[in-house]
């Protein structure tokens, strides 16, 4: 009884003050485009395809919880300083959140990627959602291993001997130094959570931009 | 295929539609997570093994910090034929014509003997003349000297013995290498290397490059880290201290360490132990693109529609028309 057919809405009227199509307001243009691409009813939409059923569907939007749980935490850390939660019983609590938080955005994440690996959601035009969505998952094993090189404790000391023979035998250990925690800290707080942060959204808006894939194959048929 | 001009509205043509509320599954996943996530750390707490420091190295295996201190001298720890980024001792990996650990040079110099021995133990000697004539007879010493007496001290080092926090040797000709070692042990143990290693000249210290490089080079580090399961052989990437998950997500990066020809002396095809870590990166590197790439890739972009996981996931939309239409 919920159910519904899609009915394209009509365009707003243009009111006469209202520039036109040639206008060459970068603003107007920049609006127009995101109207076009983006407008309100894709971003936050009431109503989807009603085989968007599967919590398959759900690993997607745990992952994004997830994320804001780590860091809503991290923030914390880092205001608190480095040294905090080695020392405070509170700190330790909110590391121990964090760690958490991190450990099940993996899980989630991988768990979305595979669904979306046998939904083949690349289809219909959306493969580059797929490829940021790879992106954010190996700037997320980055922003992940500097955490772990910024605990300041034995698994960070010899997770930083270990792993810069194979940063220096692939180059990059001459600019990324993983024995130097000053360098690691602050990646790990600024610039890589940024990183991931931007990928994830412009991820959401891809994905809400075109909208969640159809089945492989006809309704009611054979995958071929 | 759907044209790249194509809107939602004809994408979705006919196909029926049902009410969904984005914000309240966001809000519901917030929460839910929040809960979960709280209940873990409250319950499980978290890995906090505190780091090892040199004193203690010093404290708990004197002759193993005073072998690796010799070992810098007599050029033999891993740091001294490390090569680039460290030094120009040509350790570096390469695979063929690949090389990229030389491509950039020695962007971070740094000379182990002199960092993490002499220039200590001088800043050491202020107000200490035995070891102010030790260190000076040892610069004085030609390079031949200076090899003999590290190798019959290393040897001597071998049948050591601990009295009182200090190593021992059997009398022997070692020139000025028991003076300097034991007032290096003696330096360290009271905490002082910690802290001469770090300091390189500037007040606030954050870069612990020489510290790690010099506890790399020694047993006892790795020692612990044997007896945590941390250490490369043993899924070390991917394991934690304690009972707890670590970055799991590395598995296939750390399985590639596990397996042949990346274990192997001999290799194949120019991939060897030897040269394990370049070739591993060069693997990962490959396959994170094929990840990417999948959409563009025939028969990886093809498996899902020969596996029918998809069936179960879309099962309402493939249910027969007749069953689908009673539902609804």
Known sequence: MFEQTLVTRPAPPETPAAPTTSDPSWTYRTRRWIDRVLPMDHLLPHRQPYYVGSWVYVFGVITIAALAWVVLSGVILSFMGPQWWHDSSLGHFVNSLHFWSVQLFFLFMVLHLWGQYFMAGWRDGRAATWMIGVVIFAVSILTAFTGYLSQQNFAAQFIAVNAKDAMNAGGIGAFFNVLNFGQMYGLHVMLLPIGVTFLVVAHIVMVRSRGVVKPIGPEGGSAK | ?328
């Open chain 2, 1 to 328: 295929m759907s044209s790249p001009k194509q809107t939602q509205e004809e994408y979705y043509g006919g196909i029926r539609m049902v009410p969904y509320d984005l914000i309240k599954e966001l809000t519901l996943a917030m929460v839910g997570f929040g809960v979960v996530a709280l209940i873990l750390a409250a319950a499980l707490s978290s890995p906090d093994v505190p780091p090892v420091t040199i004193a203690a190295w010093a404290q708990n295996d004197p002759v193993d910090f005073v072998t690796t201190a010799t070992a810098e001298l007599g050029g033999s720890t891993t740091s001294e034929g490390y090569g680039a980024p460290y030094n120009n001792a040509g350790g570096e990996q390469s695979w063929g014509p690949l090389a990229p650990q030389v491509w950039f040079g020695q962007r971070i110099p740094i000379d182990s003997a002199n960092a993490f021995v002499i220039q200590p133990l001088k800043d050491a000697s202020f107000g200490n003349p035995d070891l102010g004539t030790s260190l000076a007879t040892w610069s004085a010493a030609s390079s031949d000297q200076q090899t003999k007496w590290v190798a019959a001290y290393t040897d001597a080092l071998g049948k050591a013995t601990v009295t009182d926090g200090k190593v021992t040797v059997a009398t022997g000709d070692y020139g000025p290498l028991p003076t300097m070692m034991n007032n290096l042990l003696g330096v360290a143990q009271s905490g002082g290397l910690d802290g001469l290693l770090l300091v390189n000249g500037r007040f606030y210290q954050t870069d612990y490059t020489q510290s790690l490089l010099f506890m790399g080079d020694g047993g006892y580090l790795s020692g612990l880290a044997n007896a945590a399961n941390l250490t490369g052989s043993q899924w070390g990437m991917m394991n934690e201290t304690g009972q707890y998950p670590g970055q799991t997500w590395l598995w296939l990066y750390t399985m590639w360490y596990q397996v042949p020809p990346f274990t192997s002396d001999t290799g194949f095809l120019g991939l060897s132990a030897h040269n394990a870590d370049l070739g591993i990166v060069i693997l990962m590197t490959v396959l994170t693109a094929a990840l990417a790439l999948v959409p563009l890739i025939p028969g990886l972009r093809d498996i899902p529609r020969w596996v029918p996981i998809h069936r179960l996931i879309w099962r309402q939309y493939y249910a027969p028309k007749s069953k689908a239409a009673a539902r609804a």
